[in-house]
């Protein structure tokens, strides 16, 4: 079982920055990749970014604002999220990814992210 931890999220006006982090506490987290999600109020998850083995993807409506990064040694992936719109928030989700491997899949409990004036 591998327990994914969400952090940073909170309260932004338009325009401003925020950096989301997440901690897993499995020690094959190299092997995993890695995934942020997002789910708006009456909306269903959608996909933020990922980095597997040997890529970064992002959706195309964040692409150019939000950049994700991890760190295998310290078991942990981050989102730096800039030029903020309304239109982002939503409660953001770490996804932890082992189909590439034939691995389960975990998810965090999340981390509440509004933008507003």
């Known amino acids: 079982q591998v327990q994914l931890v969400e952090s940073g999220g909170g309260l932004v006006q338009p325009g401003g920055s925020l950096r989301l982090s997440c901690a897993a506490s499995?020690?094959?987290?190299?092997?995993?990749?890695m995934g942020w999600y997002r789910q708006a109020p009456g909306k269903q998850r959608e996909f933020v970014a990922r980095?597997?083995?040997?890529?970064?993807d992002y959706a195309a409506s964040v692409k150019g604002r939000f950049t994700m990064s991890r760190d295998n040694a310290k078991k942990t992936v981050d989102l730096q999220m800039s030029s903020l719109k309304p239109e982002d928030t939503a409660v953001y989700y770490c996804?932890?990814?082992?189909?590439?491997?034939?691995?389960?899949?975990?998810w965090g409990q999340g981390t509440q992210v509004t933008v507003s004036s």
């Open positions: 499995t020690s094959m987290f190299s092997d995993y990749d």
């Open positions: 980095i597997t083995i040997d890529a970064t």
């Open positions: 996804r932890a990814d082992g189909s590439r491997w034939g691995g389960p899949n975990y």
